[in-house]
């Protein structure tokens, strides 16, 4: 039997070599000089060895307490080498079904299907709100109960955003039923968690009393860029994150159109967005200001282009907060072009480029009302410098519809 000195006395040879303790326990020197602990043992009349660790990290002691361990399990009729496999894919699948790493494979599952903007949100909220207050938790065990006050808690800070928060968190336990990692059918109770009041529409002017300060102070804002990026949202009711990470490459300013690729919209579906002769202008006034961005990055942002939350922290710093956000634009295109200029709303929605329902396979490309929103586009521009001048006497184009 081995010892503690014949194992210190031990030296590597050119080829691997063994030297046996007792009931199979032995020690495998390799030519480096690593001394390795082996159990040699037979099992369904097949020789096999199970490794124990290396010397001196497992003693001599340590190393005969797990062969008689291995011994204990096949006296009782199982295979110590298939019981470690087993036992170390349970702890692997144990760690997978943590909250972290299945919300992490959900993002990236997310981020397959849906567009960059919304993927941001997704992955803003998972990461920000929902990995860190939910991440000691296994997804096989997660309960309402553990998750209700988090929902809460981002309520009272972003109310728009806890509803987002609950739409994900269902999406990520319905990815883990479908990976195996909780079982069928259990699925959060979530309806109700976030109070009624809490949930609303997104805020924006909608009369012309209102929206003349609003374009007024924009005019007024301190930053150009933002004031920039604050002027196309209202001209165009693009989404806030659509116009911060603009890129010149899809501006053609010779045909007043800006080309938005599908992998950036929401529904997935290239958008031609007509450029009035006022965008035009405020676009042409900042050419040359980047050679990728048409509204880049300011020094201390890390993003490289303007973020989408710098436009709703200005419209804060004016004194809009819950009155107008950025993507309020999009509201009060709806609302006043119909109510002032009478513009019918299908030729609206084409604009914001909303899918139809039940045909949302639909592109909103060039020939998507493609004249009259060239003409509605240019109406709306016109009109938003005649609340700002405070001269709202606007004749509607047409009856709306």
């Known amino acids: 039997m081995l010892t503690d000195l014949k194992l210190k006395a031990l030296k590597p040879r050119e080829a691997l070599y063994r030297v046996a303790d007792a009931h199979g326990l032995c020690i495998e020197v390799t030519p480096t000089g690593s001394k390795l602990w082996r159990y040699r043992y037979r099992y369904a009349g097949r020789a096999k060895m199970l490794a124990i660790g290396p010397w001196p990290l497992i003693s001599l002691a340590s190393a005969r307490l797990k062969r008689d361990e291995a011994r204990r399990l096949l006296l009782d009729g199982i295979d110590p080498m298939a019981k470690r496999r087993r036992d170390n894919e349970l702890l692997r699948q144990a760690q997978r079904g943590m909250f972290e790493p299945v919300a992490r494979e959900w993002l990236e599952h997310k981020r397959k299907s849906v567009g960059e903007e919304t993927f941001r949100k997704a992955k803003l909220v998972t990461e920000g709100d929902l990995i860190p207050a ?18 809460l808690r981002i309520a009272e800070r972003a109310p728009n955003l806890a509803a987002k928060a609950r739409q994900y968190l269902g999406g990520i336990v319905d990815y883990a039923i479908k990976q195996g990692l909780r079982d069928d059918g259990r699925l959060l109770s979530l309806k109700g968690v976030i109070p009624r009041f809490e949930k609303g529409h997104i805020s924006a002017v909608t009369k012309p009393s209102d929206l003349g300060p609003l374009l007024r102070a924009i005019e007024d804002f301190s930053s150009p860029l933002t ?175």
Do not use: C
Not at 136 to 146: G, H
Not at 258 to 269: A, E, I, N, S, T
């Open 134 to 151: 939910l991440r000691r938790y296994n997804i096989a065990e997660l309960a309402t109960k553990d998750v209700a006050p988090v929902l």
């Open 227 to 401: 004031r920039a990026a604050l002027k196309l949202a209202a001209l165009t009711a693009m989404r806030p994150g659509i116009v911060a990470s603009a890129r010149w490459e899809h501006i053609d300013l010779e045909r007043a159109e800006w080309h938005v690729p599908g992998h950036l919209m929401k529904m997935r579906h290239a958008h031609i967005v007509p450029l009035q002769r006022q965008a035009s202008e405020l676009l042409r006034d900042l050419v040359g200001h980047d050679a990728v961005y048409v509204f880049p990055s300011p020094a201390k942002q890390k993003t490289p282009h303007l973020h989408r939350d710098s436009l709703s922290k200005a419209l804060r710093e004016m004194g809009f907060k819950g009155k107008h956000a950025t993507h309020g634009f999009r509201g009060t295109l709806r609302t006043m072009a119909r109510e002032r200029l009478g513009i019918d709303l299908d030729v609206l929605e084409a604009q914001l480029a909303h899918a139809k329902r039940g045909d949302v396979a639909k592109a909103y490309d060039r020939t998507t009302f493609d004249d009259q929103r060239i003409q509605v586009m240019q109406a709306w521009a016109d009109y938003l410098d005649t609340v700002r001048r405070n001269e709202d006497n606007v004749v509607p184009l047409k009856k709306a519809g």
